[in-house]
């Protein structure tokens, strides 16, 4: 894929996370000498809003822009070679509501293709799972261990409204939970 390729499949999906304006440009320079990189130099500049300069991604994204980023380069780096699992922690950092749930979209059909983990605290993400594991620790008398248990259905819209609520969850966040999961 070229990179005019590249940046144009970055905004679509941009614009599907609700950043119609947002603008991605790789800009590749050839180095006069070999080093322990190679010889090409390349930085990804980011403006997130119309009419915005241009900038490194680093001095200018936001942590939800950051992670709407790295969901739409890392799917399409996923799509472009062989990759069987994705692994996406916190990509849900800075988001919430219509844009969490579209990201959860993009997860889901990431998932046809690649097996995907994701570690989220967002109940929109989490609900687009086909199985949904809970991780805790544990204290033992000399350490702390960390646990794993997959969650039953029930188990599951409880987890869910949980995020959305409090601990124990209300009625109203089981019912959506239960919206969200279809259940």
């Not at 919430?96 to 109940?123: C, E, F, W, Y």
């Not at 960390?146 to 009625?171: G, N, Q």
Request: with cysteine; proline share 3%; net charge negative.
């Amino acid at each position: 894929m070229v990179i005019g390729g590249f940046e144009d499949k970055v905004h679509a999906m941009l614009a599907q996370l609700s950043m119609n304006n947002a603008r991605l440009q790789v800009n590749i320079q050839t180095l006069e000498e070999l080093n322990s990189t190679g010889l090409d130099e390349i930085n990804f500049l980011f403006a997130a809003n119309k009419g915005g300069r241009l900038q490194a991604i680093k001095d200018v994204a936001s942590g939800g822009e950051i992670a709407r980023l790295t969901l739409c380069t890392k799917s399409l780096v996923a799509s472009a070679i062989p990759l069987p699992t994705l692994i996406f922690d916190e990509i849900d950092t800075g988001v919430s509501g219509d844009v969490a749930l579209k990201m959860g979209d993009i997860l889901r059909r990431l998932s046809n293709h690649h097996q995907v983990v994701s570690i989220t605290h967002s109940p929109q993400i989490s609900s687009k799972a086909d199985s949904h594991y809970f991780v805790y620790k544990k204290d033992l008398e000399e350490r702390t261990i960390t646990k794993i248990k997959e969650l039953s259905l029930e188990e599951r819209v409880r987890a869910i409204a949980t995020m959305l609520s409090s601990s124990p969850p209300s009625d109203s966040a089981l019912e959506n939970a239960r919206e969200l999961l279809n259940a």
